[in-house]
């Protein structure tokens, strides 16, 4: 038995892979081949869902809008919620506790509660059908986990290293970016980690707030339909490559996820 410790992993492992290859395969198949045969591989292999979503603009287009307001949501979220846990997690003041209990039930409201308000405001002062719009909506819940994540790795870090760094005459700012920061960057790993994710997968606002200039890949994925049905190969394709950006992601970000899962607040 002991040489079998191995099998439970590997089937595991094999489960959660399998919705992911199967996904992968779909998208080297025809939607006639996908609804009339079952095969675990393609039969009639093709790359023409993957060259359609190459050079129609609606689909790549989706691509470079996603990843413009993902990035600028991630660096809006990660440069608010430093200073904020920072104080948080070494000033004391009043309701300083209230404060931060509410900013956490902002993170526990559905997007469907904020669509409605954002689209009514952002049409208000021209902001719709932005890149800046849907990362905006997103910080209103990726700041309140950030500023709450980052406060449990900065509350590990011991007062005398601030104490330490102004006695050696280190300005607020200098100190903050050159030795806390670097300190704290499992943290801030982690952040990017969870920013990156919820915008990336969001869809409620994300479509809400674009209609042509900022929309998404995941609102073109659900407008698909044609007078046959849906384009499952053409979904199948869409679907492999939003998997991309999430795995790129993981990998660089990996080791300071390893360790925030470790020590910090997560």
Known sequence: MRNLKWLPPTLYTLFLLLPIYWLVSMSFKTTNEILGTFSLWPQEFTLDNYIKIFTDPTWY??????????GINTLISVSVALPAAYAFSRYRFLGDKHLFFWLLTNRMAPPAVFALPFFQLYSAIGLFDT???????????????????????MSGVPK???????VDG???WRFFVKIFIPTISAGIG??????????????LLAKTLTSVAAKPIAATMTRTASTSGYELGLLAAAGTLTIIPGAFVIYFVRNHIAKGFALGRV
């Open 61 to 70: 287009n989706g691509y470079f809008n996603s990843l413009t307001y993902v």
């Open 131 to 153: 890149h800046l719009a849907v990362a905006l909506a997103h910080c209103l819940f990726n700041i309140p986990l950030a500023v709450w994540i980052l406060e449990g790795f």
């Open 190 to 203: 982690v952040v990017m980690f969870f920013c990156f994710m919820f915008s990336w997968v969001e869809l």
């Open 170 to 172: 280190y300005s607020f």
């Open 160 to 166: 005398e290293l601030d104490e330490t760094a102004y």
